[in-house]
């Protein structure tokens, strides 16, 4: 069982997408641990986007990511990090494939709709900038037995 941060970016909150993206994590059958609506400190998403430090796109991404609202979720399950990454689609938006979230509604690599923990050790850091341990939820759904 893994758990995977997954966050509607200002844009899919702009947009009204938080319903649309969330259904289809829940569609394929993941988990959803926790849930909030929230505004990014200057603190928050310099910690979560480290590895972009320097990049030329780095200034714009944090401007952005703390613009407005996000919806910060935790999904689990089996593989969630890689289902996640694949309900999601490739950065590059003119990569990402039509049925992913991203191929279907994002125009602009630089407004990509929506985040997902690209690892492990990725997912448990960026569990613990975004949320504290006591808001996460342990629970179990009787149709996991028929997935
Ligand atoms: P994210 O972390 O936001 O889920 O996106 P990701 O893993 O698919 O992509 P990542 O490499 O982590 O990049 C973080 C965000 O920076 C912007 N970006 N722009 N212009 C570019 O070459 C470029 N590369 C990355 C994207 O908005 C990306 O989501
Ligand atoms: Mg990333």
Redesign the pocket.
């Known amino acids: 069982m893994e758990r995977t941060y997954v966050m509607v970016k200002p844009d899919g909150v702009q947009r009204g997408l938080i319903g649309e993206i969330v259904r289809r994590f829940e569609n394929k059958g993941l988990r959803l641990a926790a849930a909030k609506l929230m505004t990014v400190t200057p603190a928050q998403a310099e910690r979560h ?1 480290q590895e ?1 430090v320097g990049k030329p ?1 780095y200034p714009d ?1 944090m401007k952005f990511i703390t613009s407005g609202p996000v919806f910060a979720m935790v999904w689990e399950g089996d593989s969630a990090i890689a289902l996640a990454r694949k309900l999601i689609g490739k ?1 590059d938006v003119t990569e990402a494939a039509p049925g992913t979230i991203r191929g279907d509604f994002a125009l602009h ?2 407004r ?1 709709l929506v ?2 923990s ?1 690892s492990p050790e990725s997912a448990e850091r960026e569990i613990g900038i975004f949320f504290a341990p006591e808001e996460l939820q342990s629970y179990s759904k009787a149709v996991e037995a028929w997935m």
């Open positions: 986007y972009h796109f991404l950065t690599t630089n990509n985040h997902g690209d």
